[in-house]
């Protein structure tokens, strides 16, 4: 356990934040995760539109049965 603590404790002092760096990368990490969105939006539209159309299919399909 100690010796877990203590490579733990090496890494963290390894690690430096870069405040400069913040002004590089924040924008493409924006771009990135408007892209995300925009594909899980897509995507739920999509099977949105796919559920209307089998439904329009079934709801068609019952009332010619109830006849």
């Not at 490579?7 to 002092?13: E, Q, R």
């Given at each position: 356990?100690?010796?877990l603590l203590a490579?733990?404790?090496?890494?963290?002092?390894a690690l430096e934040l870069h405040p400069d760096s913040w002004k590089e990368t924040?924008?493409?990490?924006?771009?990135?995760?408007?892209?995300?969105?925009l594909v899980i939006g897509?995507?739920?539209?999509?099977?949105?539109?796919?559920?209307?159309?089998?439904?329009?299919g079934k709801k068609k399909g019952k009332k010619k049965e109830d006849k």
């Open positions: 356990m100690l010796n490579k733990l404790g090496a890494i963290s002092m924040l924008p493409i990490m924006v771009i990135g995760m408007v892209g995300i969105f897509v995507i739920i539209l999509i099977t949105y539109g796919l559920n209307k159309l089998s439904q329009n």
